[in-house]
């Protein structure tokens, strides 16, 4: 191979890189391994962390996945092909990604639903840059975001919208049930002025309440603004879907734009990922939409078959005119996701969520049954509830629980206090379908072991009175 | 057919969920789903039949030669795939405490400390869930650098006219306005042009090297004086990384900030269209804006840094840790590689790439850039087939795949015209080299004696040439239900 170059060594074909510039040998990496020696390590290192009863939600979820989603996913056809850019050779991939965008529309029930985004959070950010280019009756560029609204949703929306001088506000929520308020969303639309480009609704909100989604949706429509839903898409097998939010006029009902994350359909946990965020929005506002989007068309025989479509939107035609610099999508976790759905049905998905129901309220009823174990917010929550460490619980904070309970083996849910002070000595526990009778019962044991045994420390440690 | 066109009422993967459904009469009615979604309805064999022969329809690396240009197709080793998922690493909750997370955080610190020793770059963040993401992360924090020292008039990104898309979409996202520098002949950046577009309102250069024409750029200290000297900073767009990695890092070339697409030089699967992963690693001064999380050592221990201990963090790109399953096969690859293994991806990659090249030429192709060494890609256009023949490079690209080729990068980058960027990787034998070059020999043999071949290509796959003006004009985005 040198001698049809034309060199005498393969260093010689790196001689227009300045010489005094050439790297070193690079010290701080190890030297390589085989496959032995790093499954050894990998092992290892996977088994260091404790396994635990998971009991957390706070936007990612332990679901069971049929064996088959994986094995099919990682097959090297699906694995190690690369964006579809070359349709005729790209067809599983495609088609794929149509029958995903189908399946998301109808669990939706919104018009289109793009080939998706890199996670929940990213996707809302997106979903908030598209309000604003598609409300054209609305001059302002201020966005109303219940603190209802996942707060690392709405870190990530503000890091990834505020270069284009976008407002995000927030609007508070009602401390007695744990849903925010037309009146309160009304009150932050009159002190802005009135102009609100979006209003975001996020359903089951952060708390696990639910909001009043049909009031708010139609008053949102009533006031030009764009509504932007953030859903479970899992659990929109039980509750009323985005497409269908409002009581009002069947031309203007539903959500204008939903996103989400799609990891409770088939990904698993990993650390936090890889998800993919799913978006979708109504007819009109397609033009608007990021992120790749496949079509089925014909072929020159008339035969069907599948192109990315509308590309006019994007970077690689559009450069610095585009919906969004997004280039790829989260593609293999939606391949997963998408078999997810077809194997279990709307039916399988249905069962599960309303498994997820149950199961929580059977925790939360065990849970309060401990002496000082209270539920915060009044109303129905869906498979995430608020708690709190009050009356003789109360000298236990959350982190000390939580740690208490993870020697235990128990992970018992998201501390509160750092996003929500307000809410006290609050944590957030999560029940899926996954979570035995059984299971919950080890945890409201644990509970009620750690409370007695601080109880006690609290009482020796009280000195005696005569 | 679609999996929708198989369903039959009733059907389900029943074993997979409970098999009952609980009540949830305790839901307000108007807050319950009315209809069930048009979800198919299929056994799990038909789901597994379906998706098999799906997959089927795909060309990928482990089944054809993939030398699609700028995206480093190489080999995906499977033990990546297998030990990212073992359960230890699946199970974990993102919000399980650090203290009860060591093992993955392990991982995690380490591909930071190696990324950092490959590129020459102070810290590292691995939020950034694409290259797109890791450049979005990149010009923030080149914005919040200015902003910092107060100086709010660098309203201004340049990007050379060969960039990708992503470069100047970022540009914009970020809210900076973008300037187009010219790329000469010869592939370098024209530097007259550049020295008099910097300037005052300059925040920072997007600079790919080697460019996306496959040359290295020759004058980059003189590129790094210029910006430098402007007060503007160098952003690295580390699409080609594969092509110097262990040869020259962008740190010692000037550069501030990287992206590093790990999905390309690091081995991670492209998985269809991703998920991928687009690291950034920053210099010293720009070390307090890495977005978060970002994982630390203390003593012998890891834990996530949060916003209390970066106050002047860009910020949050992701609900949690960016593309964790993702970054564990990156660190994977890596350890597998180790130092000298590095090394040894750029010179074959380099080898492969200028092997190709050479034999395109004798072959009688012509070169975008004919006098110059390639990097780990190249450029020929088929300029002269066009005028000739009337074949165009799409042409070339449809009976490639007919020969069981997938095609090069085509229509890429824009400045040169009918263009195929082919890119081997180190991952290739010479055999699979000389075969595609038999079958472009082949193919320009054909475009003269018989181009409606090529017009016709291709003819083998699953589907002819697909109508693109109909399905963008038909919008059918989803099965009508």
Known sequence: MLDTIGVDSIDDLFDEIPGHLRAAVMEAIPQGMNEMEISRLMRRRAD??????????????????????????????????????????????????????????????????????????????????????????????????????????????????????????????????????????????????????????????????????????????????LLIAVINPLIMAVLEPPGEWGSADEKVKGADIACGDGQPLGAPMSAGGPYYGLLCCKQALVRQMPGRIVGRTVDLDGKEGFVLTLQAREQHIRRSKATSNICTNQGLVVTASTI??????????????AACFANNNVLVEKLTAIDGVEKVFAGTHFHETVLQLAGSAADICVSEMLVALMEKGILGGYDLSLDYPELGNAILVCTTEMRSEEDIDVYAKAMQEVLSSAASRQAAALPETA | ???????????????????????????????????????????????????????????????????????????????????????????????????????????????????????????FSLAPMAGAQGEFAGVAMIDAYHKS???????????????????????????????????LDNGDVDLDALKLAVGPQTAGLMLTNPSTLGVFERNIEAIAKVVHEAGGLLYYDGANLNAILGKIRPGDMGFDVIHSNLHKTFSTPHGGGGPGSGAVGVAERLIPFLPLPVVAKEENSFRYLT????????????????????????????????????????????????????????????????????????????????????????????????????????????LVPECLLIEP????????????????????????????????????????????????????????R
Not at chain 1, 115 to 136: F, H, K, P, Q, T
Not at chain 2, 80 to 87: E, I, Q, R, V
Not at chain 2, 156 to 178: K, R, S
Not at chain 2, 364 to 385: C, P, Q, V, Y
């Open chain 2, 149 to 183: 020292r107060g100086d709010d008039g660098r309203k201004e990104i340049l990007v050379p006219d060969a960039a990708h898309g992503t470069n100047p979409a970022t540009a914009v996202m970020c809210g900076f306005a973008v300037r187009e520098i010219p790329t």
């Open chain 2, 307 to 414: 916003a209390k201990d970066c106050p002047q963090s860009i910020g949050r790109l992701s609900a949690f840790m960016g593309n964790p399953g993702v970054l564990l096969r990156a660190f994977i690859y890596m350890r597998f590689l180790g130092r000298e293994g590095m090394v040894r991806v750029a010179e074959f990659a380099t080898l492969n790439a200028n092997y190709m090249m050479a034999e395109a030429k004798r072959r009688g192709f012509t070169l975008a850039i004919d006098d110059r060494r390639a990097s780990h890609e190249f450029i020929i256009t088929l300029k002269n087939e066009a005028r000739d023949f009337h074949v165009s490079a799409m042409d070339f690209a449809k009976r490639l795949l007919d020969l069981g080729y997938h095609a090069p990068t085509t229509y890429f980058p824009l």
């Open chain 2, 1 to 123: 057919m679609l999996i929708f066109e198989h369903s039959s009422k009733g059907r389900n993967g029943a074993p997979q969920s409970p098999r009952d459904k609980a009540s949830v009469a305790a839901i307000p009615e108007n807050l319950l789903r009315k209809k069930n979604a048009t979800l198919p309805e299929v056994s799990e064999l038909q789901a597994v039949r379906h998706y098999t022969r799906l997959s089927q329809k795909n060309f990928s690396i482990d089944t054809e030669f993939y030398p699609l240009g700028s995206c480093t197709m190489k080999y995906n080793p499977r033990a990546c795939n297998t030990l990212a998922m073992l359960p230890g690493f699946l199970n974990a909750h993102p919000l399980t405490p650090d203290k009860q997370n060591q093992g993955f955080l392990a991982c995690m610190f380490d591909l930071q400390s190696m990324l950092c020793e490959a590129t020459g770059m102070a810290a």
């Open chain 1, 48 to 225: 260091k962390n404790t396994k635990a009863l998971c009991f957390m939600g706070a936007g990612a979820y332990q679901h069971h996945i049929p064996a088959a989603v994986w094995e099919i996913t990682t097959r090297g056809e699906f694995y190690s092909a690369y964006t579809p850019y070359q349709a005729e050779a790209s067809q599983g991939t495609l088609q794929l990604t149509y029958e995903y965008q189908s399946m998301m529309t109808a669990l939706t029930v919104m018009d289109v639903s793009n080939a998706s985004m890199y996670d929940g959070a990213s996707s809302l950010a997106e979903a908030i840059l598209m309000s604003v280019r598609a409300n054209r009756k609305s001059k302002s560029r201020k966005v109303l975001i219940p603190t209802t609204v996942n707060p690392v949703y709405r870190q990530t929306a503000h890091t990834i919208v505020k270069g284009q001088q976008i407002e995000l506000l927030e609007v508070p929520y009602d401390k007695t049930l744990g849903t925010v308020s037309l009146e309160q969303i009304k009150q932050v639309q009159e002190q802005q002025g009135g102009d609100i480009t979006a209003l975001v609704l996020q359903q089951p909100n952060f708390f696990g309440c639910l909001e009043a989604v049909d009031e708010i949706t139609d008053w949102a429509h009533e006031n030009n603004i």
């Open chain 2, 425 to 480: 990787t180190e991952s290739e034998a010479k055999e699979a080299l000389d075969g595609f070059m038999d079958a472009l020999e082949q193919i320009k043999q054909e475009a003269e004696l018989n181009p409606e071949l090529l017009h016709a290509a291709p003819q083998t796959l699953p589907v002819k040439r697909l109508d693109e003006v109909r399905a963008a004009k038909q919008l059918d985005l989803a099965f009508a």
């Open chain 1, 340 to 353: 997810h759905m077809a194997i279990m049905g709307a039916k399988g998905l249905e069962n599960t969520a």
